[in-house]
């Protein structure tokens, strides 16, 4: 049987294999229609490419925007000013910010609290619904002094930012910072209350690793050329090269990511949360645990203390950045560089690791390979979901613990309909004509 | 309270974020409700509605059925985003051979069924009204919503980037630093944000179709080539956010009009 999937972003249902009215297997399907963003950037400048890949997704094209910059940035060897660097971190924080919030209040939280949706919540506590919507609207806010608007910002370009924002813009947001980090703390603390009452039905024995960034210093992952799992750190090239077998199935527009073509692995706020708990600032930490909450988390399902966390440690980061802040940068051009060049970068979006990885060849893009986080989610959450089901009746309440597990992932369906194997780049000098 | 459906064809969402702004940080709340949104709540099929959003553009016959279903059971149907208005960005593989586009994506492309030129909805149904931008300005829709529960609807501006920037006091950015900028084509009601950010315009809200013919297109395109566009890049605002303008003129010449 199959059930549209509700609560996530883009179009997508879940299949149910039944045997003899048991669950036996169960398949997510991506019914997205792919737009083929790999293939509209060749021919494009790198400049241009920035814009593009920001409409990939309309929840975390900041990330897109500034993995595309980054990577351009580092193989044509351009300089970025600090003030202008944390700028751009700074407004890519103020997205996973408005990201989780929509999450955790418009999309998970009905599952915790048993609403159809958001609106019943607001009904049953207006106080705390209205504490989650400052969040996102500050979040607006911000992204609009720094980035120009709240989706497919137009303040990022390859060198830095095109306009550093007035001090005074950024002093009129600053400002709210202490009462929206107040509301935040207020709903954070009702949500992480909340314990669900089959949290047993969640156990499972299914060997799913999880990755992240890595940085040699420690920090909590944001973005870089490092992935750490099970303890090991790869180079870009090495883990989505090598490591990551990808797989086209005839039921999904959505390519699936293994290891070495088996394990099913996961990115994004529990594989971050796990690995680097300790690199947190100590007041999210100890808001966690006067909560009853700590590191590890043993399934995705508690992902929402993750987002959580990543959220306020997010906003401290942002009063640091708000307090430094002194609007005397000057934005720099860069010219592009003739010759052929590989440029790749990770970030880590809101949902996990995105990469980028672009063949630049006199001022124009060849190819192009983007593996968004969701993409990557799919196999395991196709395993997960199986493995806790597997042997259950099939009933209502099966039907939506398979919907609560895709929930609980946040995926983002339009994001996962793009990755381009590396294995068939070759392919691409006799299709393009370049 | 008017009940409101949300609907997601081919897009990225963005214009869905700005939809939830405006539902849950302005007053309308007071007057509408969203009763259907795959995104949003659990709700099961679609049954009728006052007020259909349609985000997103058709790219399969799946969704054109969807989109003739939504139009039979809605009493006002809104088209928002560019996606929906114009084809969206990813209407710039429409020159380009399907087969050959999907073969550059999917291994196995044979198991991906996908139109080679995307439709804007407008294509498809007749809509009460479009909100254009990519993403639509979340105030626009509350001031369309406003009106509407007070039985009107804005006025229909037909005007161009320009006009946006000359209200707000800025200097143009192609006059005084050489930049090239769409503004001149760009349909209006961004607020100017590129220019305001010193940069040019690049057309994310589509192209204007008036006052506008194949011949102005091409002269418009050369001046900004001559400033420094890359032809190519050019094609992401012409034939990308702006393709359903560029295919009218195009054809429209062909057919001998204007």
């Not at chain 1, 408005?98 to 609106?119: Q, R």
């Not at chain 1, 400052?134 to 990022?156: C, D, I, P, T, Y």
């Not at chain 1, 100890?286 to 992902?303: M, N, T, Y």
């Not at chain 2, 679609?46 to 349609?54: H, N, R, S, T």
Request: hydrophobic share 40%.
């Amino acid at each position: 049987m199959k059930t549209v999937l509700t609560r996530v972003e883009g179009e997508g249902s879940a299949v149910i294999v039944e045997r003899e009215g048991y669950v036996d297997s169960v398949i997510y399907e991506v019914s997205e229609a792919p737009r083929f963003f790999e293939y509209l950037v060749i021919g494009k400048s790198p400049e241009r490419v920035v814009d593009i890949v920001s409409r990939i997704c309309g929840i975390c094209g900041t990330s897109y925007n500034f993995v595309a910059s980054t990577a351009f940035e580092k193989c044509f060897s351009v300089d970025v000013d600090y003030e202008v660097a944390t700028l751009r971190e700074a407004l890519h924080l103020a997205e996973r910010v408005k990201s989780h919030i929509l999450h955790l209040f418009y999309l998970n939280l009905p599952d915790l609290v048993g609403t159809a949706s958001f609106e019943g919540f607001l009904q049953r506590n207006p106080e705390l619904a209205r504490d989650a919507v400052a969040v996102l609207a500050w979040s607006r806010k911000v992204m609009e002094v720094l980035g120009g608007r709240m989706h497919n910002v137009v303040n990022m370009k390859i060198g830095g930012v095109h306009k550093v924002p007035d001090k005074s813009d950024v002093e009129r947001v600053a400002k709210e910072l202490g009462s929206v980090m107040k509301s935040f703390l207020e709903f954070a603390s009702f949500t992480l209350c909340l314990r669900d009452s089959d949290e047993s039905a969640w156990k499972t024995d299914v060997r799913v690793h999880q990755a992240s960034l890595y940085t040699p210093t420690y920090e909590y992952p944001h973005h870089g050329d490092k992935v750490l799992m099970d303890g090991d750190v790869y180079s870009l090239s090495e883990f989505y090269g090598n490591t990551v077998k990808y797989q086209q199935v005839p039921y999904s527009t959505a390519i699936h990511c293994r290891i070495k073509g088996v394990e099913s692995y996961v990115v994004g706020p529990i594989a971050r949360f796990n690995h680097f708990y300790s690199s947190l600032h100590k007041e999210v930490r100890d808001f966690l645990r006067a909560h009853g909450w700590e590191a590890p988390l043993g399934s995705v399902k508690q992902s929402y203390v993750a987002r959580i966390a990543e959220t306020f440690d997010a906003l401290l980061t942002l009063e640091r950045f708000f307090d430094a802040f002194r609007g005397i940068a000057v934005p720099r051009t860069a010219t592009p560089a003739k010759g052929e060049y590989v440029c790749e970068y990770a970030v880590e979006a809101p949902r996990g690791i995105l990469y980028h990885k672009y063949v630049v060849r006199d001022g124009k893009i060849i190819t192009c390979d983007i593996i968004a986080p969701t993409t990557q989610n799919l196999a395991a959450m196709n395993d997960i979901a199986t493995a806790t089901l597997r042997g259950r009746r099939v009933d209502p309440n099966a039907v939506a613990m398979v919907k609560k597990i895709a929930v609980a992932f946040d995926p983002c369906l339009s994001c996962s309909v793009h990755a381009l194997p590396v294995k068939i780049i070759k392919a691409y000098d006799n299709i393009a004509g370049v | 309270m008017y009940k409101v459906s949300l609907i997601k064809l081919t897009s990225c969402s963005g214009c869905i974020s700005e939809v939830v702004y405006a539902f849950t940080y302005s007053d309308i709340t007071n007057n509408y409700g969203i009763v259907y949104s795959t995104e949003l709540t659990d709700s099961g099929e679609m049954g009728e509605v006052d007020i259909a959003l349609i985000e997103g553009s058709v790219s399969d016959e799946q969704q054109e059925k969807l989109v003739k279903s939504v139009r039979a059971k809605a009493k006002f149907v809104a088209a928002i985003g560019t996606c929906a208005i114009m084809g969206g960005i990813q209407s710039m593989r429409a020159d380009s051979d399907i087969d050959i586009v999907k073969g550059a994506v999917y291994p196995e492309p044979q198991y991906v069924d996908v139109y080679g030129v995307p439709k804007p909805i407008t294509d498809v149904i007749n809509v009460d009204f479009a909100l254009p931008g990519c993403p639509i300005n979340g105030d626009a829709l509350v001031q369309l919503l406003r009106k509407y529960a007070l039985g009107g609807l804005p006025v229909v501006i037909h005007e161009v980037v320009c006009a946006t920037c000359k209200r707000k006091g800025l200097e143009c950015v192609t006059v005084s630093k050489g930049v090239p900028c769409l503004g001149p084509i760009t349909i209006s009601g961004c607020g100017a944000i590129c220019p305001s950010f010193g940069r040019g315009c690049y057309g994310c809200f589509g192209i204007k179709h008036s006052d506008l013919n194949k011949e102005k297109l091409e002269a418009f395109s050369n001046r900004l080539v001559e400033l420094g566009a890359g032809r190519e890049d050019l094609e992401v605002s012409i034939k990308g956010f702006g393709y359903k303008t560029y295919s009218m003129l195009t054809k429209a010449a062909k057919d001998g009009r204007r």
